[in-house]
């Protein structure tokens, strides 16, 4: 059973990488195209360097390498802390509460605490940053929804074998 805990971890930290290669590549494709020697794309407005809170209106002074760059460090810091509740919630499956003494009720409540931890990250790092002047309640949601679904993919595909059916959706997930 130590194996298990090794590979488990082990995939977990994989998970966690690929879904910073998501934020890293997927939020900013006119930098991405920018790299490999492709031109970006202008704007609605025609202007390639700056983002629009809507089509016809450019939003003044904001550079979209600077957004970008912000939005990058917030995403990766709510990924650490769905990483830590992840881990955290791997813990307490591993070594807290033995099953058989505890309702699986209890352990659904532990886990959806775990999800307003993150989510309560996610908005907590949002509201200690600057805002982006575009789009922020967008941005806001954006954040919430990387915390809570990276969190949700290492735990219902890696919980330990006390809790791997607690999570929802994980007896269609987990077949191992």
Do not use: C
């Not at 791997?164 to 987990?174: A, H, L, N």
Request: charged share 10%; hydrophobic share 55%.
């Amino acid at each position: 059973m130590r194996n298990r805990l090794l590979i488990d971890v082990l995939w977990i930290v994989v998970l966690f990488g690929a879904w910073t290669a998501v934020v890293y590549f997927v939020p900013k494709p006119a930098l991405l195209l920018e790299s490999l020697g492709v031109e970006a794309p202008p704007t609605p407005t025609g202007d390639p360097g700056v983002l629009n809170s809507d089509s016809t209106e450019p939003a003044e002074g904001v550079d979209y390498v600077d957004y970008y760059a912000q939005f990058e460090q917030q995403a990766l810091l709510i990924l650490a802390i769905a990483l830590l509740a992840t881990l955290g919630w791997y813990i307490v499956g591993q070594w807290g509460p033995k099953p058989h003494s505890t309702r699986s009720s209890t352990w659904t409540l532990i886990w959806l605490v775990t999800i307003v931890f993150v989510v309560g990250g996610a908005m907590a790092v949002f509201f200690s940053e600057a805002q982006p002047a575009v789009n922020a309640d967008y941005v806001a949601i954006i954040f919430a929804a990387i915390g809570v679904l990276a969190f949700y993919s290492a735990t219902v595909l890696f919980s330990p074998v006390n809790v791997k059916y607690i999570v929802p959706g994980s007896k269609i997930f987990r077949r191992w």
